[in-house]
T-cell receptor, first 111, second 113 residues
């Protein structure tokens, strides 16, 4: 079945850029998403990208999509301590109304 | 506009007890979902609803039942709780399918002893 994989942990220094990577298996996915989860909270939709796009930029966030390799990345510029959270990549499965989530990448921003 | 709310926030059950989790949204969304989140895993879909009076099974439906009698409410029931159902439960809603689920509730932390 479809699967979404992410690395578990990333640590960066405040002010540096963070790059969180994700691979997915369903080549028919039309939407791919990034969510942020802060401790004790629900998921917050950060951004999404259509499958016919290669890149999307939204303020400090840049999403890159490589359809050939089924690779998605989220770059956070000028990372701040408030960016410390778990980041989930997800793809939409049309046939079952299902969002398939990765296991999440925990981002730690060091002062 | 409260978004998506969940009741209760925390609950401890004994094995075999039953309970109902309530999700409410005030955005007139057609689609509602129940997910569970376990440590080190992403969210997994339990059940979902594409409109009032309709429900469907997700990825991990066993041991759960749902009802959508009113458009704004989506109830998740555990008839006979088991320790394997210890998890954090998230409700979500969206305007349509095939698009990002923008609104998640704050979660219900359930422990089954």
């Amino acid at each position: 079945g479809e699967d979404v994989e992410q690395s578990l942990f990333l640590s960066v220094r405040e002010g540096d850029s963070s790059v969180i990577n994700c691979t997915y298996t369903d080549s028919s996915s039309t939407y791919l998403y990034w969510y942020k989860q802060e401790p004790g909270a629900g998921l917050q939709l950060l951004t999404y990208i259509f499958s016919n796009m290669d890149m999307k930029q939204d303020q400090r966030l840049t999403v890159l999509l490589n359809k050939k390799d089924k690779h998605l990345s989220l770059r956070i510029a000028d990372t701040q301590t408030g960016d410390s959270a778990i980041y989930f990549c997800a793809e939409w499965e049309d046939s079952s109304y299902k969002l398939i989530f990765g296991s999440g990448t925990r981002l730690l921003v060091r002062p | 506009n409260a978004g998506v709310t969940q009741t209760p926030k925390f609950r401890v059950l004994k094995t075999g007890q039953s309970m109902t989790l309530l999700c409410a949204q005030d955005m007139n969304h057609e689609y509602m979902y129940w997910y569970r989140q376990d440590p080190g895993m992403g969210l997994r879909l339990i059940h979902y609803s594409v409109g009032e009076g309709t429900t469907a099974k997700g990825e991990v439906p066993d041991g759960y039942n749902v009802s959508r009698l009113k458009k704004q409410n989506f109830l998740l029931g555990l008839e006979s709780a088991a320790p394997s159902q210890t998890s954090v439960y998230f409700c979500a809603s969206s305007y349509s399918s095939g698009r990002a689920i923008e609104f998640f509730g704050p979660g219900t932390r359930l422990t089954v002893l």
